[in-house]
């Protein structure tokens, strides 16, 4: 029984969601049961998957906070 766990933080897909949509949320557990079906022959009743969102304050890289790795990098700095 495998679980995924997939991660997405909590923006939306267009500038006016702050979230992923229950849509959207469906379309990703349907397409992961999907690629654990293909490649690892995982009955669809047997996969869970489960949607971590975090806020955009939870989480950074290149060792700033994300708003502020965009930010920079939108200017060019990064």
């Known amino acids: 029984m495998p679980i995924v766990t ?6 939306g897909s ?7 949509t229950a849509e ?3 379309a ?3 397409g992961v049961s999907q690629v654990m079906l293909d490649v690892l022959n995982k009955p669809l009743e ?3 998957v489960v949607i971590e969102e975090f806020e955009l304050d939870n989480w950074g ?3 700033l906070p994300t708003v502020q790795y965009r930010k920079t990098k939108a200017e ?3």
């Not at 997939?6 to 923006?11: K, L």
């Open 61 to 63: 890289w290149g060792g």
């Open 6 to 11: 997939v991660q997405v933080t909590r923006e």
């Open 24 to 26: 959207e949320k469906a």
């Open 76 to 78: 060019g700095k990064a």
């Open 14 to 20: 267009a500038p006016d969601r702050n979230s992923v």
């Open 28 to 30: 990703i557990i349907a």
């Open 46 to 48: 047997s996969t869970y």
